[in-house]
């Protein structure tokens, strides 16, 4: 399973990355499986980098704030209008309750109907596993204001742990532990946020999280706005965490099975 960052950025595109988006890649039944985790404002421009967003499996989202969301609907029109005719296969959208009709919402003077012709909508629940290809997906819910869930997706034995945006809940738990890459929203700073809960996680809310569920192998921060030093975040989770911390940058590609073999040679 191959993660490649799209888009890390916090709460809105930054100078340097759009907001959420990570696709997952991995071989199944004799072809390439595509999965996105969040589909976040200004992703869908870069995103065009590394697939063709026609070739696109499925989109799994952790909640409906634009920065995670926001370009589903320029996709909607890439895949209803392009010369070509629209695709004929619906696309698989996971995501909170209500996520097609927030959508439609969205966009100002869509049609009747939503999305519905393009996208096939399917909500997701705490703890209730589902598949893609190669990939199984359980979701967690996780604690924000909105309804929100981190992801566990597997494949091929390898585990991607992405939090999503989310303060420390016991969710974390089963969501992280054992994963072999861990995703974990950094949006705070400590000495700055201290006041605010229920939202973000810091540095070292991230780190401690990771430690206290077990198992995980690779930290790796994201989910940084535009007005957060990165250098102040990874030294915060450094001081909890006893391995290398890293930062997400958009282009940044992770194999998540050769972070477990590189774990399991004890490099």
């Known amino acids: 399973m191959r993660l490649t960052v799209v888009g890390c950025s916090g709460s809105f595109p930054g100078p340097d990355s759009p907001a959420s988006c990570y696709l997952l890649e991995a071989d199944h039944e004799g072809r390439p499986w595509r999965l996105v985790l969040d589909l976040g404002s200004g992703s869908l421009g870069p995103l065009q980098r590394h697939v063709d967003p026609a070739d696109l499996d499925a989109v799994v989202l952790s909640h409906l704030h634009p920065d995670h969301c926001a370009d589903l609907l320029g996709l909607y029109v890439l895949r209803r209008y392009r010369p070509q005719g629209p695709l004929a296969a619906k696309l698989p959208v996971h995501g909170p309750v209500g996520t097609a009709a927030r959508l439609a919402v969205m966009y100002h003077g869509l049609e009747p109907g939503g999305m519905d012709g393009e996208y096939a909508f399917t909500p997701v629940a705490d703890a209730e596993p589902f598949t893609v290809g190669p990939f199984r997906v359980t979701p967690y819910a996780v604690r924000h204001p909105v309804e929100a869930y981190g992801y566990r997706v597997e494949a091929d034995g390898a585990v991607l742990a992405f939090t999503g945006d989310t303060d420390d809940c016991p969710n974390l738990d089963p969501l992280l532990t054992g994963a072999d890459?861990?995703?974990?929203?950094?949006?705070?700073?400590?000495?700055?946020?201290?006041?605010?809960?229920?939202?973000?996680?810091?540095?070292?809310?991230?780190?401690?999280?990771?430690?206290?569920?077990?198992?995980?192998?690779?930290?790796?921060?994201?989910?940084?706005?535009?007005?957060?030093?990165?250098?102040?975040?990874?030294?915060?989770?450094?001081?909890?965490?006893?391995?290398?911390?890293?930062?997400?940058?958009?282009?940044?590609?992770?194999?998540?099975?050769?972070?477990?073999?590189?774990?399991?040679?004890?490099?």
Request: aromatic share 4%.
């Open 181 to 267: 890459v861990a995703l974990l929203d950094c949006a705070f700073v400590d000495g700055r946020d201290d006041a605010t809960r229920g939202i973000h996680l810091s540095g070292s809310r991230a780190a401690a999280a990771a430690v206290r569920a077990g198992g995980v192998g690779r930290l790796v921060l994201t989910h940084l706005p535009a007005w957060n030093d990165p250098q102040t975040c990874r030294a915060q989770a450094a001081a909890v965490w006893p391995g290398e911390v890293e930062l997400a940058r958009g282009g940044l590609v992770v194999d998540v099975g050769g972070a477990r073999a590189a774990r399991a040679a004890g490099r």
